[in-house]
């Protein structure tokens, strides 16, 4: 049975720094395409970042760049999400899901599958 623990969520004022984790059970993360997908109130889930398997090649979605990192420790089957430069607009629940279809190079970037697993959701939340 494959779950998925996250955890690093909080308050933050502008300009701050949080690291979210996703604690993987059940399956490798290794073999895997990784996602962090973000939903704000009154708005669509969204993909804004994922590593493919292999190769581990990596998009963000321009709202993020150069601000956030995605990166995965296969030896703890664990992804983390690196946000810096918080702003108010990236508060939102941010979601980990395994087994996504990465693909930078694509006009669809990241999509889901019907073997997608999901993270429970942690709140971020970017207020001063």
């Known amino acids: 049975q494959v779950q998925l623990v996250e955890s690093g969520g909080g308050l933050v004022r502008p300009g701050g720094s949080l690291t979210l984790s996703c604690a993987a059970s059940?399956?490798?993360?290794?073999?895997?395409?990784i996602g962090w997908f973000r939903q704000a109130p009154g708005k669509e889930r969204e993909g804004v970042s994922c590593?493919?398997?292999?190769?581990?090649?990596?998009y963000y979605d321009d709202s993020v760049k150069g601000r956030f990192t995605i990166s995965r420790d296969n030896g703890k089957n664990t992804v983390y999400f690196q946000m810096n430069s918080l702003k108010p607009e990236d508060t939102a629940v941010y979601y980990c899901?395994?087994?996504?279809?990465?693909?930078?190079?694509?006009?669809?970037?990241?999509?889901?599958?019907?073997?997608?697993?999901w993270g429970q959701g942690t709140q971020v939340t970017v207020s001063s």
């Open positions: 059940g399956l490798t993360l290794g073999y895997v395409g």
């Open positions: 899901a395994v087994d996504v279809v990465c693909r930078p190079s694509r006009m669809i970037k990241v999509a889901t599958t019907a073997s997608t697993y």
């Open positions: 590593m493919s398997n292999g190769d581990g090649e990596t």
